[in-house]
């Protein structure tokens, strides 16, 4: 088994009281959990299933590899 890392986002939803997930690196690969920890449990999970249903089809794995981050800061005049 190959250990993979990716990083994810989590954003409070106080709407719905969820911290929502997603993972930059897997498009369409999203989540929830009521907890922060709850929230990283679940995008392990998903993570793990679209994994396997790209190697199912035979499809090249997305890596985070050569990603770089940044924050920016920037003005808006509302």
Request: proline share 5%.
């Amino acid at each position: 088994m190959k250990v993979r890392k990716y990083r994810i986002a989590i954003k409070k939803d106080p709407e719905e009281d969820v911290y929502n997930v997603s993972v930059p690196a897997l498009p369409g690969c999203h989540t929830f959990g009521r907890t922060i920890e709850e929230a990283i449990d679940m995008a392990k999970e998903a993570i793990e299933a679209y994994i396997e249903t790209f190697i199912d089809l035979g499809k090249e794995v997305p890596t985070d590899e050569g990603v770089l981050e940044y924050t920016v800061v920037v003005e808006a005049h509302a």
